[in-house]
Nanobody
């Protein structure tokens, strides 16, 4: 089992920045590819970003604005979000998937999920 706990969400104005954190506990963190998804009201959960130990992957709509990173010593993964837009408003979820899943990570791929953190971007 892997337990994931997100933090760092909040309310920010358009153009602002937020940094989401996800703390992992349980099984060996480095054994997993890690990802971030988001879900807006009435919409499906959508892939945002993922990474292996060294490689990163992004949805087109966040490229150049969001950066995923991980610190294996701290069992943590982060999502730095810059130039935020109102359409980025959603609940953001941290997820862990098997090694090799990051390049095409989907909601069905992931084995473990956090509880989510709300991000609201005002116009």
């Amino acid at each position: 089992q892997v337990q994931l706990v997100e933090s760092g969400g909040g309310l920010v104005q358009a153009g602002g920045s937020l940094r989401l954190s996800c703390a992992a506990s349980g099984r060996t963190f480095s054994n997993y590819d890690m990802g971030w998804f988001r879900q807006a009201p009435g919409k499906e959960r959508t892939f945002v970003a993922a990474m292996t130990l060294i490689s990163t992957y992004y949805a087109d709509f966040v490229k150049g604005r969001f950066t995923i990173s991980r610190d294996n010593a701290k069992n943590a993964v982060y999502l730095q979000m810059n130039s935020l837009k109102p359409e980025d408003t959603a609940v953001y979820y941290c997820a862990a998937g098997p090694r090799g899943s990051a390049h095409d990570m989907g909601a069905m791929t992931c084995d473990y999920w956090g509880q989510g953190t709300q991000v609201t971007v005002s116009s």
